[in-house]
């Protein structure tokens, strides 16, 4: 007799999914979970509507879990963030930002995603000047178990998707008015796994799992830029930013191809506390370039209320299947906590559905607060000599302040203003002299 079993194993084997298909499944699934409110008619009637927007090539790659948030920043901005890359989430979405990150930090992820599936995230990065390096550590999990026909467990156990990355990177050209080109990469090593399975009498095949359990290796590399245009408040924060990525680009996976994206991204400070970015992403499958899927649109935005919370907010227009974000951020100390809620067609607006949680611990800038500190103190030193006529002890104080920091601009700017001063002043004396 043969048996049945769930279909859990069907996520290692790619296939052509319908999204509305996918949408109405999942709503049916979270529905008879006794939610309070039946939403499945307002879930239906949109799904309807986007369904001329379904993806075709949607499903035809490997190790999917890549494009899943692990939280943070870059999910509550709609993941909208390749441009802006300015908290630890850097790793999934531009690998140049550790080198333009402002302290050492450690963090940990948890995102709950659709049904009983889970995504942890363990990050580390440290800059050096403007050299940036970093790890991280990413697992995907979900329960697999398969019964027979007469309900006995004939299998169990978990289908995970692992990656450990390892992320350098360098802020080129770097100085007090310019921010320098940041380059990086992250190169990945995943390896999913897979839980043995019955065949159709309901023996267990041994290795069955192992067969499709895989080995991978990929690489992303990215760029950002940083510089100020149409600034209309003061700082010394620039408030343009540019980016652009590729991402999971590597060879077939059991002849499978994996997730590739290629983005662009931008973002704009209109003001002091308030930050607005957009991305754009195009899926590509080197395998199949005609099966590459739909591009994909992000919008998102920061507004930083007090020095303690921010508030964030972001939409991802993907195919039939439209993201929303919202989360907030919370400064203690040396701790920044992250709360995001995520709504799109796989899941219900319930209080606890796709909820992603980010603890982050602050290890501190290595000292660099303190040496911008003793160079802008040197700094103004050197104005104060200058104001008094004396020359020499100005160009003394901006020397040294520039012994500290080489590409502090305005020291270099005053050296100069100085030295012609001396230089004119000599000749006046020459003049007199010869007179």
């Known amino acids: 007799m043969r048996n049945k079993r769930r279909k859990c194993h069907i996520l290692v084997v790619p296939m052509k999914i319908q999204a509305r298909l996918l949408a109405t499944a999942f709503l049916t699934l979270s529905l008879s979970g006794g939610a309070a409110l039946d939403l499945s008619d307002p879930y239906i009637t949109l799904a309807n509507i986007l369904e001329p927007l379904t993806d075709p090539n949607e499903g035809l790659t490997a190790f999917r879990s890549l494009l899943i948030p692990g939280g943070g920043r870059s999910e509550a901005m709609g993941s909208a963030f390749s441009a802006l890359a300015n908290d630890i989430s850097f790793f999934e979405t531009n690998p140049s930002g550790s080198s333009t990150m402002q302290n050492t930090e450690l963090a940990v992820f948890h995102n709950s995603w659709i049904a009983d599936s889970r995504l942890e995230t363990l ?23 398969e019964y027979n026909t007469f309900g006995e467990r004939a299998s169990r156990g978990y289908y995970t998707e692992t990656f450990g990355v390892l992320n350098v990177s360098y802020n080129f050209l770097s100085g007090y008015y310019f921010k320098g080109i940041a380059t990086g990469a992250n190169l990945k090593f995943g390896y999913r796994g897979m839980p043995d399975y019955s065949d159709n009498y309901g ?52 002849g499978e191809a994996l997730p590739t994206l290629f983005t662009a ?134 020397t040294d302040a520039l012994d500290i920091d080489r590409r502090f601009d305005p020291a270099k700017e005053g050296i100069r203003t100085a030295s012609t001063t001396l230089d004119l002043q000599r000749r006046i004396r020459e003049l007199q002299q010869l007179e």
């Open 123 to 145: 990050s580390f990065t440290q800059r050096a000047n403007d050299l940036g390096y970093g790890a991280s550590l990413r697992t995907f999990y979900v329960p697999f178990t």
């Open 203 to 254: 023996n267990l095949k041994a290795g069955s799992g192992s067969a499709q359990s895989a080995l991978a290796i990929m690489m992303d590399a990215g760029f950002q830029t940083r510089f100020n245009f149409l600034k209309i408040y003061n700082s010394r924060e620039p408030n343009f930013f540019l980016g652009a990525t590729v991402r999971n680009l590597g060879p077939p996976v059991l």
């Open 265 to 398: 991204g931008t973002a704009y400070k209109p003001a002091n506390p308030i930050v607005i970015s957009a991305e754009v992403q195009q899926p590509v499958n080197l395998l199949d370039p005609g099966r590459s899927g739909m591009t994909v649109y992000g919008l998102g935005t920061t507004v930083e209320f007090t020095g303690f919370f921010t508030l964030l907010g972001g939409i991802q227009l993907k195919g039939a299947n439209p993201r929303v974000s919202v989360g907030g951020e919370i400064n203690v100390n040396d701790l920044q906590f992250n709360v995001n809620y995520t709504l799109d067609m796989t899941t219900q607006s319930t209080l606890f559905n796709r909820i992603s949680l980010a603890a982050k611990l602050n290890l501190g800038d290595r000292g660099r607060a303190e040496r911008q500190q003793r160079v802008e103190t040197l700094y103004v030193t050197g104005l104060t000599k200058y104001a008094s006529g004396d020359l020499e002890g100005a160009i003394q104080a901006w």
